[in-house]
């Protein structure tokens, strides 16, 4: 018995029907029903001819040897605790270990009065108080008695906010003490102290920086002023009973 002469070079689209009155002829596969079964055998042979392609690919892929290659790795990650909070990831030396989750820590730093901000003066640069403190994460920020304040070593966001009121042109700047580094406040202004008679005007010169340091380093908010008013040259009082606030710093510490 001679075996149809299958293909596995085309799948056939279509698998034609025996009408009435064929017959079927023996010995002929362009005839019912070798024609029918040549096609069926064609698409089984095309569909196999594919499959073993895609395992001769998967094969060359050298499976084994890939997974010996990284057997170290797997098993350092088999060796592994699971613990709440840790997640698989490397150490500085690029072996595999436990990390702990990223968490983000703040610090509000505030100039909090009873009534006036002070006078300040023209001549230079004036250190702003600091003298309240709030932090919510692990604790990181040390606010001293001198108003400035320490940070650990870490990656920090910085944001602070100064007023001045009737003081013409003004900038705050955030300084590094420890590196003599300045991080420039914006540019603004408000009106001169004389410019209108019984009235205060208020504007906030604000300070955006992000740093890394690898070592503790402490800082202080400046603020640099061009004209003054009694009391009031570093931020107008309110007098609601809830007390002033005037200098503001938000410090986050990433990671």
Known sequence: MVDLPESSANYPAAVRQIDSGEFATGGDPTKPPNEQLLTLANRTAFLKAQVDALAAAIKGL????EVQEHSDTLD???????????????DSAGAIALKSV???SVAILQDFKSSFAGEGNT??????????????GTSFCTLN?????????GNYLVIARVP????????????????????????????????????????????FA?????????????????DTIIDRSLGAEVGSGLGEVYTQVVIVKLG
């Not at 350092?76 to 490397?90: E, H, P, Q, S, W």
């Not at 250190?127 to 919510?136: G, P, W």
């Not at 108003?147 to 070593?153: C, D, R, V």
Request: hydrophobic share 35%.
């Open 102 to 104: 990223p968490t983000i």
């Open 210 to 226: 992000t740093f890394g340091i690898t070592a503790g380093k402490t800082f202080q908010i400046e603020h640099r002023i061009y």
């Open 62 to 65: 050298t499976i084994g040897e």
């Open 164 to 207: 001045g009121t009737m003081v013409d042109k003004h900038q705050a700047r955030l300084v590094n003490n420890t590196d003599g580094i300045n991080y420039k406040g914006s540019s603004t202004q408000t009106l001169t102290a004389a410019a209108v008679s019984g009235q205060s005007i208020t504007t906030d010169s604000w300070v």
């Open 76 to 90: 350092a990650i088999a060796g592994l605790n699971l613990i709440v909070d840790k997640f698989i990831g490397t």
């Open 123 to 136: 001549t230079d640069w004036i250190k702003r108080d600091l003298n309240d403190q709030q932090e919510t």
């Open 145 to 153: 008695p001198d108003s400035t304040f320490s940070l650990p070593a």
